[in-house]
C-alpha cells in the first residue's frame, strides 16, 4: 500500500500575502542595487570602450548587457576598473586550443580565473601589448585596416582611370 505525500500549496504571486514589509525592501533594494550598478558600469566601460577604440574594434553588447569585443573564437571584456578579461571559447570542444591559450597567457603574467576543460578566461592589463595580443590571438579578433589618405587617393585615380 502506498502512503499519502502532502504536496505543498503553491500560490501565484498575486495571493501572496502583501503585509511582509521585509520581502518589499528586498525587492526595493535589489532594484537600487541594479541601477547603482548600470550607473557605475557606465563609467567603469569606459577600459573597455577606450580599449576597443585604440584597435580600431567594434564593441557590441552581450546578453547580459556587458560590453563585449567579440570575436570568432571568444570575446573581451571589462573585468574590472583597470584590468579587462578575454574569455576563450574554440568552436571545437577539443581542450587543445584552450591548453595552448592557457599556457601562453600564464607565460605572459596574465591571470587565469576560469579553467574548463575546453575553455577558460583569463584577465590582462590593457598597457601591456603581448598581453593584449595574445587576447585578441586567441578570442579570434582582428583589428580593423583602416586606409591611409595616400591608399585612398591612390584607389581614386584608378577607378577613374578604369572609368574613362
Known amino acids: 500500500m502506498r502512503a499519502k505525500t502532502k504536496q505543498a500549496?503553491?500560490?501565484?504571486?498575486?495571493?501572496v500575502p502583501s503585509g511582509n514589509r521585509d520581502d518589499l525592501s528586498h525587492s526595493l533594494g535589489r532594484i537600487a542595487v541594479?541601477?547603482?550598478?548600470?550607473?557605475?558600469s557606465r563609467e567603469a566601460q569606459q577600459l573597455i570602450e577606450a580599449f576597443a577604440?585604440?584597435?580600431?574594434?567594434?564593441?557590441?553588447?552581450?546578453?547580459?548587457?556587458?560590453?563585449?569585443?567579440?570575436?570568432?573564437?571568444?570575446?573581451?571584456?571589462?573585468?574590472?576598473?583597470?584590468?579587462?578579461?578575454?574569455?576563450?571559447?574554440?568552436?571545437?570542444?577539443?581542450?587543445?586550443?584552450?591548453?595552448?591559450?592557457?599556457?601562453?597567457?600564464?607565460?605572459?603574467?596574465?591571470?587565469?580565473?576560469?579553467?574548463?576543460?575546453?575553455?577558460?578566461a583569463a584577465?590582462?592589463?590593457p598597457k601591456r601589448p603581448e598581453q593584449v595580443n595574445l587576447a585578441m590571438k586567441y578570442a579570434g579578433i582582428k583589428q580593423k585596416k583602416v586606409a591611409t589618405p595616400a591608399q585612398l587617393e591612390a584607389l581614386a585615380r584608378y577607378r577613374a582611370a578604369k572609368a574613362a
Open 34 to 40: 541594479a541601477v547603482l550598478a548600470s550607473d557605475s
Open 123 to 125: 584577465t590582462f592589463d
Open 9 to 15: 500549496e503553491v500560490r501565484p504571486p498575486a495571493q
Open 53 to 120: 577604440q585604440k584597435k580600431k574594434l567594434e564593441t557590441k553588447r552581450d546578453r547580459d548587457r556587458t560590453l563585449i569585443v567579440k570575436g570568432t573564437r571568444g570575446h573581451v571584456f571589462q573585468y574590472s576598473d583597470d584590468r579587462l578579461a578575454v574569455m576563450v571559447q574554440p568552436k571545437t570542444e577539443n581542450s587543445r586550443a584552450w591548453n595552448k591559450a592557457r599556457k601562453d597567457f600564464a607565460a605572459a603574467g596574465m591571470t587565469i580565473t576560469q579553467n574548463g576543460d575546453a575553455e577558460g
